[in-house]
């Protein structure tokens, strides 16, 4: 199998990879984009359809051109996405869709990518498939008896997926409120799990236009890993379990959806259990138990005491040429919002663009000798 070089790879053509993108072009890098899906914005598409951005527009544009639509609209899921969409075609990115990559190894003092039917060499990898992306569900949802219908909220779309009867959807951050709501309005809805918190205001109302620029500032620079509060913060965020956004408790209540705090914690003759000991006699149930981060693909060791990759503003320190871009909170708050993902990929394209400067500096030195 012929092996290709490109200089740097990046993986991912989410808003981390294509800011990265955006940042390597301007810098004259030599690059490429690997990422799995047929099109880029998919890993948006697949999201369930009632999703929009928790962010108004004005926040959520990449570098070098926002997203065209009024400052203060909420983009849907499939309106992102095709934002993203035509981002990459914008700036003419070199993309490479399709594309599933398998391993990242060592190769000398660069790296290897095995790739379903090719394989590529490279100096620098960057590392954009996001900070949560492989569904986690507790160990008891094997044991729910099989007439029991079983999803992830990264498997659910709409309540037609749903069979008739009573839906137990699990966990109340943001996903577990937005999917609650949704499946409420055709089925008897009971949502599971401590609340960690809400936004004490309407984020489309007249105060988020005076508390969200706000906001925007604290998570760019009062929420990073240079202040105390950041410090502190970082290992909760990072945790999972957000506040309430859009929906809020009140919603949840108004729709009929009946709030259990009690965490679900084992089955009983093929039916959830909850901490109390309360069995609930269910239908369906869809698990917003959140995400982890998977990277038993990259061969050598990565990831440090807090369960995340070691890294610092984005590069590896044990591993030269390996950066991440996307992680939660990877600088700041703002690292794992769509709008702030453009600052880390510039500090990770400066840096490779550096490096690659004191290569050919040595090459020349070595050329000249």
């Avoid at 970082?234 to 009690?262: C, D, F, M, S, Y």
Wanted: charged share 20%; net charge neutral.
């Amino acid at each position: 199998m012929n092996i290709t070089h490109i200089d740097t790879i990046v993986i991912g053509a989410g808003q981390a990879g294509l800011s990265t993108a955006y940042h390597l072009q301007r810098r004259g890098q030599e690059f490429l984009v690997l990422e799995s899906n047929n099109r880029v914005g998919d890993v948006w598409r697949k999201r369930f359809d009632s999703l929009r951005l928790y962010s108004p527009a004005k926040y959520d544009g990449l570098p070098g051109w926002g997203v065209p639509a009024a400052d203060w609209s909420w983009p849907s899921k499939d309106e992102f996405a095709d934002y993203l969409e035509a981002y990459a075609t914008r700036f003419d990115f070199p993309i490479q869709t399709g594309v599933s990559v398998q391993r990242l190894r060592k190769n000398g003092d660069g790296y290897l990518i095995d790739c379903d039917d090719r394989k590529f060499s490279c100096n620098n990898v960057v590392v954009a498939t996001g900070g949560w992306q492989t569904p986690k569900t507790p160990e008891c949802a094997k044991d729910v008896d099989s007439s029991v219908r079983q999803m992830h909220s990264n498997d659910y779309r709409n309540p037609s997926q749903l069979q008739d009867g009573p839906v137990l959807v699990v966990g109340l951050a943001h996903s577990g409120g937005d999917i609650a709501l949704d499946v409420s309005a055709t089925h008897q809805t009971i949502v599971a799990g401590r609340v960690h918190g809400e936004l004490p205001f309407n984020i489309e109302g007249p105060v988020a236009h005076i508390a969200m620029p706000i906001m925007w500032f604290a998570a760019n620079h009062v929420l990073t890993e240079r202040t105390p509060l950041g410090r502190k913060a970082r290992p909760h965020i990072r945790a999972g379990g957000g506040p309430l956004l859009r929906v809020k408790r009140q919603h949840l209540t108004a729709a009929g959806v009946e709030h259990i705090e009690q965490r679900v914690v084992g089955v009983v003759d093929g039916k959830p259990q909850l901490d109390d000991g309360q069995v609930l006699d269910v239908r369906n149930i869809v698990w917003c138990t959140g995400f982890v981060k998977d990277v038993s693909w990259i061969d050598f060791d990565v990831i440090g005491e807090d369960g995340w990759p070691v890294q610092q503003r984005g590069a590896s320190p044990d591993h030269p040429g390996l950066y991440f871009v996307g992680l939660p909170f990877q600088y700041a708050f703002a690292s794992m919002l769509v709008g702030g993902a453009g600052r880390d990929g510039g500090r990770v394209a400066a840096r490779i663009a550096r490096e690659s400067a004191r290569r050919a500096k040595r090459r020349e030195l070595v050329g000249n000798a």
